[in-house]
Each structure stands twice: as structure tokens, then as C-alpha cells.
């Protein structure tokens, strides 16, 4: 594989773009490490699971990535499926395995729409009967 493979990552209002190129592992996220981006420990693993569930052959590839949206959460799961994809479709054998862990499945939970007349999408104005 000498050409660049692309995949996309979505969760809540965060898109990531992936582009896997041959190299040495590197995770490069809007021109910074991954690591600088996603400070806490929580965040990286939650990057790094489908790289160490695949294992040894994941990290032959740099991963170049554009994450817009969302907030910081939302980012990293949305980086988490891009990487997931990308990965199937450098390797098909990688597929039976991260779908074992629900890497490859997109979590459609949004945030529901405000409703006029009440304070939330769900909360209700006290009711007063007189």
C-alpha cells in the first residue's frame, strides 16, 4: 500500500477525517500529536483501542486526521470509528475483529431539539392548575 487510504469518523456534531499513509505510528491530529490534543489518559486509550486491539500491523501507519465540531469527547470517539475504518479498509481481515469490540458501529445518539413553550427539550414549565 503506497497510497493514502481516507475514512470518516462522526459522534454527535464532531466529523474526523482520516487519511492512513505507511509510517511509523504517528497519530497527527490538526497539526499537533494526538497525545497534546486529547491530554487526559481516558481520551487516548479511547483513540488507541482499535490500534491495540489490531495489534503490530496498525502501527505500520501514520494517521493524519481533521477533527471539526463537537466538543472533546465527541472528537475522540468520532476519531475512534475513522481510525476503525480506516483500518478495514487497508486490511478486510481486521473487520470480524473490531467489530467484535463495536468499533465499527456509528453511536447515533444526538442532542434533541429544544421545544418552544418549555425550558428544555424535555423539561416542562411548572403547571400550576389555578
Given at each position: 500500500?503506497?497510497?493514502t487510504i481516507t475514512a470518516v469518523g462522526r459522534r454527535k456534531t464532531?466529523?474526523?477525517?482520516?487519511?492512513a499513509k505507511p509510517g511509523k505510528g504517528n497519530i497527527t491530529v490538526n497539526k499537533r500529536d494526538f497525545k497534546?490534543?486529547?491530554?487526559?489518559?481516558?481520551?487516548?486509550?479511547?483513540?488507541?483501542?482499535?490500534?491495540?486491539?489490531?495489534?503490530?500491523?496498525a502501527q505500520q501507519?501514520?494517521?493524519?486526521?481533521?477533527?471539526?465540531?463537537?466538543?472533546?469527547?465527541?472528537?475522540?470517539?468520532a476519531l475512534r470509528l475513522g481510525i476503525s475504518r480506516a483500518l478495514v479498509k487497508i486490511n478486510e481481515v481486521n473487520?470480524?475483529?473490531?467489530?467484535?469490540?463495536?468499533?465499527?458501529?456509528?453511536?447515533a445518539r444526538e442532542v434533541e431539539r429544544k421545544k418552544p413553550g418549555q425550558p428544555k427539550a424535555r423539561k416542562r414549565f411548572q403547571f400550576s392548575k389555578r
Amino acid at each position: 500500500m503506497t497510497e493514502t487510504i481516507t475514512a470518516v469518523g462522526r459522534r454527535k456534531t464532531a466529523v474526523a477525517r482520516v487519511f492512513a499513509k505507511p509510517g511509523k505510528g504517528n497519530i497527527t491530529v490538526n497539526k499537533r500529536d494526538f497525545k497534546q490534543y486529547f491530554p487526559t489518559t481516558e481520551m487516548q486509550n479511547k483513540v488507541l483501542q482499535p490500534i491495540v486491539v489490531i495489534g503490530v500491523d496498525a502501527q505500520q501507519y501514520d494517521f493524519v486526521v481533521n477533527i471539526d465540531g463537537g466538543g472533546i469527547s465527541g472528537q475522540a470517539e468520532a476519531l475512534r470509528l475513522g481510525i476503525s475504518r480506516a483500518l478495514v479498509k487497508i486490511n478486510e481481515v481486521n473487520k470480524p475483529v473490531l467489530k467484535a469490540e463495536h468499533l465499527l458501529t456509528r453511536d447515533a445518539r444526538e442532542v434533541e431539539r429544544k421545544k418552544p413553550g418549555q425550558p428544555k427539550a424535555r423539561k416542562r414549565f411548572q403547571f400550576s392548575k389555578r
